[in-house]
Nanobody, 127 residues
Framework: EVQLVESGGGLVQPGGSLRLSCAAS????????IGWFRQAPGKEREGVAC????????YYVDSVKGRFAISSGNAKKTVYLQMNSLKPEDTAVYYC????????????????????WGQGTQVTVSS
């Protein structure tokens, strides 16, 4: 059974930084991709970043390029999202998700199985 648990959210001022963690377990394949998504109040869920474990390639949506970075730890199945230069519009519930195929999930959140999402962690960027 695939399980994903997010942590690291909180309240931060504009321009600040946070690092989110996604602890993953129950994978049957070592090369499943891990993606980060977010959903703000009144908005649809959108992709943020993705890590392809097969070749360690990364993908970011334009709105976070240069500010966010996705990475993985060497021990255990933990994926991080380092968020710098945070803006109020980054405020959202952040979710991690996994998929057995590709980082196309970032552009198609609805393609991810309902069983492959974490519970989410709240990020609030405000003065």
């Amino acid at each position: 059974e695939v399980q994903l648990v997010e942590s690291g959210g909180g309240l931060v001022q504009p321009g600040g930084s946070l690092r989110l963690s996604c602890a993953a377990s129950g994978f049957t394949f070592d090369d499943w991709v891990i993606g980060w998504f977010r959903q703000a109040p009144g908005k649809e869920r959108e992709g943020v970043a993705c890590l392809n474990r097969y070749d360690d390639s990364t993908y970011y949506v334009d709105s976070v390029k240069g500010r966010f970075a996705i990475s993985s730890g060497n021990a255990k199945k933990t994926v991080y999202l380092q968020m710098n230069s945070l803006k109020p519009e980054d405020t959202a519930v952040y979710y991690c998700a996994t998929d057995p195929h590709s980082c196309d999930i970032v552009d198609n959140p609805g393609s991810v199985s309902d069983n492959y999402w974490g519970q989410g962690t709240q990020v609030t960027v405000s003065s």
